[in-house]
Every structure is written in C-alpha cells, then in structure tokens.
C-alpha cells in the first residue's frame, strides 16, 4: 500500500510543493544539473542537509549509491517532461519499480520524496535544494522518511525548465523489525538463541491454552535449517522436501509420530534475526487457524525453529512440531 502527503508554501513569491511515498532551461529545452555541471555539488548538498538532520536525531548516516541518484534523477526528469506531479508514473510505475529496473533488491525498504517549485529560476541552484529540504523536514510525512531507522543509501535528482523545478529524494535500506517494540534493541539472535526465544513465545500461548509447553528439539531445528532457502531467497519461503521425515538426523525417523511445519516471510524488516522478528513470525502464525492449530497441537511435544536474513531486509522464519508421545 502507498500513502502519498502533498504540502505547499509560498517562499519570495514561488511556490512550492512537495509530496512523500509509506517509495533548467534555456527557452523549452529543459536543463538536468548535470548538464549545468553542478549535480554532483546539489547532490553531495541534499545529502549534508539529510545527514545533518539525521545525525541530530541520533540516526546513522546515509551513503550516496548510484543506483538511487539514478532512480531519482529518472523520476525527476520524467515529471518534467510528461508535465505530471505523482510517485506513480502514468504508467503506474512506483519507487520500488524504479530501485529494482536498476539493480535494487525487492526486499530493501525504499522511501521517496518528491518536490516542485514554480515561478523558480532555470537552473537549479544550492539555496533551492536548501528550500526543499526546509519543505520536507515541515511535512510529517517527508519528515518521517527522511528520520527513518533502517535506513543506509540515499539518492537526490533534480531538474528545470520554463520556471519549473522538480526535485527527488530516493532513500532505502533493510528496515528494521516489524515488531519491534519501544526502546527495544534489534540484537541479533544466535541460531541456539532463536529456538530458545521461539519455544518461549510459543508456550506462553500454549500455557494461557491450558497445553503442555514443547521443548526445544535438535532434530526438528535440523529439519528447519534444511527448509531455509540457501544465498538469495527469492519467491520461495521454504524448500519444498519429498517428505520431512528424510531431512531427520539418522537413526531418529521412527521415533516421530507426525511433523508439521509453520513458514513465514517479510521484506523491508531489518538485516539480522531478532526476538522482534521472532514475536512478528508467532503473532501472525496464531492469527491464522491452520498455523495456529499447528503450534497449539496437543499432540505437539517438541519443536524446531530456523531463520534466513539476507542482509538486505529479507528475513523467513520455520517453526516445525513433532509429536514423540507414546
């Protein structure tokens, strides 16, 4: 879902407009500033002021990327030439599009502001990018993405024509956990850690339910590893084995009277496995009547967890149950 914020002001008679994504001319020949030789300074300025703002936050810096500074001066121009005003193209082309078309990862959490002036002088200048800075920071929305945790590249385009300017900030990064909570810190989670906080948080509901707790199993975390996807994941949540039962350590097949597995994904969550990802996983888990059937058995006796984080903001979660119960 994509929630668009539009904010306008008057400065020295111009106006200006700027609006978010929750992703210079001579007579009509438009001029990007990189023909006026200056993009580079507008670009190294728009992320002083981001970084500036950031850092009085408390916030990490961004980094400049050139997929991002390419995506941003795309749209800018685009909007200029095609005389619209929208993250979304004509088309119906959008920020993540955008990223992607030039190498992005799917799974990356990707912001956008965009800004427009009229009544502007041709060629963009360091005092306008000043000024649209000053325009998102006074907007909630603009705000918001540019203070963002989770965040590591930045992107800036900008470009006239006629008394027009239209100006594009592109930001991405990992994200952080969907579930995590205030004042919670996103400490990454050992693979031993990560079956501890899940078998936790799966017997506190069993517990309200009146269930036996299960314990933590190290063949069905074998079994859980094995269904990861390895390297980039991809569509795919889990691998899809001929029986469950051949991915069991050997010599521990018979034992298991019945295995059942719950999977689960998100993008844009952050790069490393936390509790926060874990609480995400089992909340939406017990929401849905089969997944939560499967983790409130009261045949259920052991189980197993396993998490893949690619680092860029990918991140699925395995629980498997097994029933040894005589």
């Known amino acids: 879902m994509t929630i668009g914020l539009i904010y306008s002001f008057l400065q020295g008679g111009r106006s200006l407009t700027v609006a978010s994504v929750i992703i210079l001319a001579l007579l009509s020949q438009p001029v990007a500033a990189a023909e006026s030789g200056r993009l580079a300074e507008l670009r190294a300025q728009a992320l002083s002021l981001v970084n500036a703002a950031r850092k009085q936050h408390g916030l990490n810096p961004l980094q400049s990327t050139a997929i ?6 795309a749209h800018a121009e685009d909007m200029l030439q095609r005389n619209y005003y929208s993250h979304t193209s004509p088309e119906g082309g959008t920020i ?108 506190r509901e069993r517990r309200r339910e009146g269930l036996v707790p299960v314990k933590a199993s190290g063949a069905l975390n074998r079994v859980a590893q094995h269904l990861l996807p390895k390297g980039e ?8 084995p001929d029986s469950l039962y051949d991915l069991l350590p050997a010599g521990s097949e018979t034992r298991w009277k019945k295995i059942e597995v719950v999977a689960g994904g998100c993008g844009g969550c952050g790069a490393k496995a936390t509790a926060a990802d874990i609480r995400y996983f089992v909340d939406q888990w017990l929401q849905d009547p089969q997944n ?14 396993a998490m893949f984080a690619n680092g860029e903001g990918r991140k699925i979660g395995i629980a498997v149950t097994g029933d040894t119960s005589e």
């Open 96 to 203: 993540s599009d955008r990223y992607r078309d030039r190498g992005g990862s799917r799974w990356t959490k990707v912001a956008e502001n965009i800004a427009r002036c009229t009544g502007c002088p041709a060629v963009p200048s360091v005092s306008r990018v000043a000024d649209f800075q000053e325009g998102w920071m006074n907007s909630p929305g603009h705000r918001r993405n540019i203070l963002a945790e989770g965040l590591e590249a930045f992107g800036f385009g900008i470009i006239g024509e006629n008394g027009r300017q239209f100006a594009v900030q592109t930001i991405a990064g990992p994200g952080v956990p969907l579930a995590l909570q205030a004042d919670e810190e996103a400490a990454e989670l050992s693979p031993p850690e990560q079956v501890e906080v899940a078998a936790q948080m799966i017997n």
């Open 292 to 305: 939560g059937g499967t983790l409130l058995s009261s045949e259920a006796t052991q189980i197993g967890f």
């Open 233 to 240: 994941s991809g569509e795919r949540i889990m691998k899809q």
């Open 68 to 73: 991002l500074n390419s995506a941003a001066q």
